[in-house]
């Protein structure tokens, strides 16, 4: 098993991008990520996207988009599952250049939602939820969300005025990353009085969606010269879990279980533990989920997540910094690219070019994404090596 | 690079499954597969399926399959590549084993398309198409198939009668079949003489969609024992190509590039030439499509491709047999599953185990599948090691 490297990154702003295709994002940030590596060439391309056979009435996105950025004739595939297709791109790429049937790979999260010709985005992101035990019941995916939620702040005691910080830092850290959608900081004020999705989940608990796309691109370790003009960042833990996706099939509705497995299972590869990590870009969808991934990566004790938030721990100067460009809720949440996002923000920071929010010395960071209520999630480890 | 082998194979017939759900036939071509195996567990899932988010609501296939056959918490993704969809799920499986970070893996290629929810099924599949320049103008999957066969017929003076032993032999094969959708032979009267769907295809020369499943187990070779029940069977070549969706956009319509470039890497890892190839399970799709595939392959000189099925080469007795349980046209093509049936049919006849149809002392299998009107393509080489 080859180590492998990520040598270039590329991303577009997440916004409304109605003036852009798919295929126009997607190859903004593929082009970009392979000219950062200075490479001409890469051998495949592997896309993580959730919803284009509705939202833009295409599939074959890996052949769709290789052609766009002049790849044609090269190996290309679609990875889904929901929301954490991106970084399931990611996983896939790294697994064909690790095993040695690839030299080199780019991973492209994109999704293009705001202008769908496939009718209403909200029925098109329930199809990540179980179609027969909960689509059938009428939920939403911000109602599934404001269900544990209600029960977290039921069961540990916690007001929703707790859960305040998650989105006041991911907003104050996106204002220095002109890829971010929301640009500005808001006030406590602002996150109590914000409008009601599903109670208690309101605008400022809820990411939003967007057009986006991220890439990155992969080399084996071992074509690496040390001349590169980055510093060289080696994956050092990956790893995937699943669980139902019913939340009610759960045994324990407030537990991330796959996020314990992968976390665990990423920590093991890397000879790490939780207190290693510089920086975590978790997968704030909903400010409820910050805190279950939290505990359930070994950051804080169950039921103690929000704890985190108020401490002042989860900002760039914090003891585990989170959301560091803004994450899901600042950021923008274009669902298939929200994993490659992360992995892009974490080398910015392993690259010390974090700027704004730069974690002082950031040598280890960890990215997870969450397809679903947590049914599919992955968590990457990357290392700075010089 | 570890060697990986196939140790179970498992499938459902395919039919019009009103009373089976998507994750009920998965369940049973993966469930079979892994008893056919001997395991009892497997480490991970990987699902190729095309249009599950619009046929059937649900996306997610990944945790959703996994949950349903007792592998909650594996790893598991969704690959798509249109009708490439099956075989991409087997090499993404390869590549995680063959990596190293995956001991076992099995591969499911499912789709439930004959009871939708999401509408009319040829527009579904047309999303595998290009949709800002073909979908636009109105066509289908079955017109652009038509122009293709349409300009051969022109180019290479062959008719459509010439083409009546493609069908004639899949429906031959698939009456020993038990899994076929279509099990009765046909005569070159009734291919002629059947309804014109787009001139010049016929309802002989289209294969039908259809429900179904799947699957086989991937190990390592070295984690093999030779006292396994049924013989052992390698991969010895897998590799994946892309060409432009658009038709139009090719240089030349009338030659499958990526099944060239596929089939000679595949031809190139396993050290073998298009001769030493026992039998060709093909993605005839429609009959055009098994001539271009032979052609691309190295199988017959540019434009010849017919000449093998009027000279009896393609039946099981012949020189390269192909379609030999049926074919996409007679045994049935449920598009993400397709790629997967293919391969299960060519380790039954490298088990000896085709009844009716077996090709004598076969030990070298290939399998191609194809994504789109030959937007990407994957060939599969299987080898009989005892």
Chains 1, 2 share one sequence.
Request: proline share 3%.
């Amino acid at each position: 098993m080859r180590e492998v490297a990520v040598i270039g990154i590329g991303q577009t702003k997440v916004d409304e991008h109605w003036n852009k295709s798919l295929k126009e994002l997607a190859g903004e940030a593929v082009l970009s990520a392979v000219h950062d590596a200075g490479l001409k060439q890469v051998d495949s391309l592997f896309v993580g996207n959730m919803m284009s056979a509705s939202a833009n009435n295409q599939q074959q996105l890996g052949a769709y988009i290789a052609d766009w950025v002049g790849l044609r004739y090269a190996e290309s595939f679609k990875l889904e599952s929901a929301c954490g297709s991106g970084s399931a791109a990611f996983r896939a790429a790294l697994l064909a250049v690790s095993s040695g049937a690839i030299d080199s790979a780019v991973a492209v999260g994109v999704e293009k939602m705001t202008d769908s010709p496939g009718g209403e985005i909200t029925s098109q992101l329930a199809t990540a939820a179980d179609a027969d035990w909960e689509l059938a019941q009428g939920v939403s995916f911000v109602a599934l969300n404001a269900l544990i939620m209600q029960r977290y702040l039921h069961e540990y005691g916690w007001t929703k005025r707790d859960f305040a910080p998650f989105s006041i830092n991911a907003h104050a850290n996106a204002v220095y990353n002109p890829y971010a959608r929301f640009r500005k900081e808001i006030t406590e004020k602002q996150y109590i009085e914000a409008g009601m999705v599903a109670d208690p989940i309101n605008l400022m608990d809820a990411s939003a969606i967007g057009d986006g796309a991220a890439a990155v691109v992969l080399i084996p370790l071992e074509r690496l010269t040390f001349n590169n003009a980055f510093p060289i960042i080696k994956i050092i833990g990956s790893a995937a879990a699943t669980d139902s996706i019913a939340i009610h099939d759960r045994k324990d509705p407030l537990w991330l279980k796959a996020a314990e497995i992968s976390s665990k299972k990423a920590y093991s590869q890397a000879g790490l533990t939780p207190e290693d990590i510089d920086l975590f870009e978790l997968h704030d969808a909903f400010s409820i989920m910050a805190a279950l991934s939290l505990e359930a990566s070994g950051f804080a004790e169950r039921g103690k997540g929000p704890s985190l938030g108020l401490s002042g721990d989860i900002k760039p100067t914090g003891k585990i910094p989170i959301a560091t460009r803004g994450g899901l809720k600042a950021r923008g949440h274009p669902v298939g690219a929200t994993g490659m996002y992360q992995i892009v923000e974490v080398i910015q920071q392993l690259r010390w070019a974090a700027e704004g929010t730069q974690v002082e010395g950031a040598k280890i960071g960890m990215a997870q994404n969450i397809g679903g209520s947590g049914s599919n999630i992955l968590t990457h480890i990357l290392q700075r090596i010089n």
